[in-house]
């Protein structure tokens, strides 16, 4: 487990206009960032990679890009694309890359992205699941919980 990494999530956002979902990044620092690898067998003989990530971004100690604040992705959904880089939120399919390396052209299309990513020798996490543990304990438990793959 690495202590006081630094990710990029990219937030999806739906481009009416294309009809398709533009990222848009938010840096965060002082997360706890472990990556767990594994093989598997499929039932046909395959080998393949299976590998698992698990992110806690802290309540209290993470550094937010620009002191955006978190907002629940219904929410962050609703806003206009102006108001919602003011934000961040979390949601399933959205996409993570440890570090903070993020120069370019944002927001980015997925392909876009994904090139990007592959140029920069990222590798590029899908969220599977979140949990927000933000409203009970002690403050300085509070956190985002975040697994993908």
């Not at 598997?40 to 990679?49: A, D, F, K, L, Q």
């Not at 993570?96 to 927001?107: H, K, L, Q, T, Y």
Request: proline residues 3%; glycine residues 12%; contains cysteine.
């Amino acid at each position: 487990m690495i202590t006081n990494a630094a990710i990029t999530i990219f937030n999806g956002r739906t481009d009416k206009g294309e009809r398709r979902i533009k990222y848009f990044p938010t840096v965060i620092r002082g997360v706890s960032y472990q990556e767990a690898k594994g093989s598997v067998i499929g039932s046909n003989g395959v080998w393949g990679e299976n590998v698992n990530y698990k992110i806690r971004i802290p309540l209290v100690g993470s550094d937010v890009q620009g002191k955006r604040l978190y907002i629940p992705c219904l929410k962050y959904a609703k806003l206009e694309e102006i108001k919602a880089t003011a934000y961040w939120t979390i949601k399933k399919g959205d996409l993570i890359v440890r570090g903070e390396d993020v120069d370019g052209a944002f927001p980015l299309y997925e392909d876009e992205l994904t090139a990007y990513a592959k140029e920069q020798g990222l590798d590029l996490i899908h969220v599977a699941e979140y949990a927000d543990n933000t409203l009970g304990g002690s403050l300085y438990t509070r956190h985002w919980r975040i697994g993908g793959k």
